[in-house]
């Protein structure tokens, strides 16, 4: 198991990670302590994705259900810059990626592939604009719910068996 885990292209499809660095969270560096900084403990960081094996890390920007349109789109670009930021202070240690040929090519020559994707459309539906924004951040996915209901989707946290909504149906 383990000479097949270190053959694969290992990716982690959700880090909210983002968020504790534009709040001053080291990524270059495990935490030491748990005592310190056992709050941020169970995020990533550059050190353990290595440890782990992990080759690719996709970071979610989280959009709150109460964005506006405006400033849904500022976070998105925002993170997304804030990414690049990262991946240009670790020196190849983290390298943004937007298809799977990235990703090898990355993994072959020793980076860590970093993607980033939007939790929540809260702010972003309804205009071709918030899409070409997207796009523009380099999102590889877009979730349309994140904890809370949306105009397009119900979550499974208060209802139980959330669907798709009418609305979003007819697309």
């Known amino acids: 198991a383990l000479e097949l885990h270190r053959e694969a292209q290992v990716i982690d499809l959700h880090a ?6 534009r ?10 302590s748990m005592l310190i900084a056992g709050h941020l403990h169970g995020h990533i960081d550059l050190p353990r994705l290595r440890k782990g094996g992990v080759t690719a890390q996709l970071f979610g920007v989280v959009i709150p259900p109460w964005s506006s ?3 849904a789109r500022e976070k998105v670009r925002t993170q997304s810059a ?9 020196e190849g240690g ?4 937007s298809t799977a040929e990235e990703i090898r090519r990355a993994t072959d ?18 205009d071709m604009v918030s899409i070409d924004v997207l ?4 999102a590889r996915y877009h979730g349309p719910a994140h904890i809370f209901d949306s105009r397009d989707v119900k979550t499974s946290w208060r209802h139980q068996g959330g669907s798709i909504t ?6």
């Not at 983290?94 to 990626?97: F, I, Q």
């Open 16 to 21: 909210d990670t983002l968020e504790l660095v």
């Open 23 to 32: 709040l001053g969270y080291d990524l270059e560096r495990e935490p030491s």
């Open 69 to 71: 349109q405006k400033s």
């Open 82 to 90: 804030l990414l690049d930021e990262i991946c240009a202070a670790s």
């Open 94 to 97: 983290l390298r943004r990626c």
């Open 109 to 126: 020559e020793g980076s860590i592939a970093a993607m980033i994707g939007v939790e929540g459309s809260y702010g972003l539906t309804d």
């Open 135 to 138: 796009v523009a951040a380099g």
């Open 166 to 171: 009418d609305r979003a149906r007819d697309y």
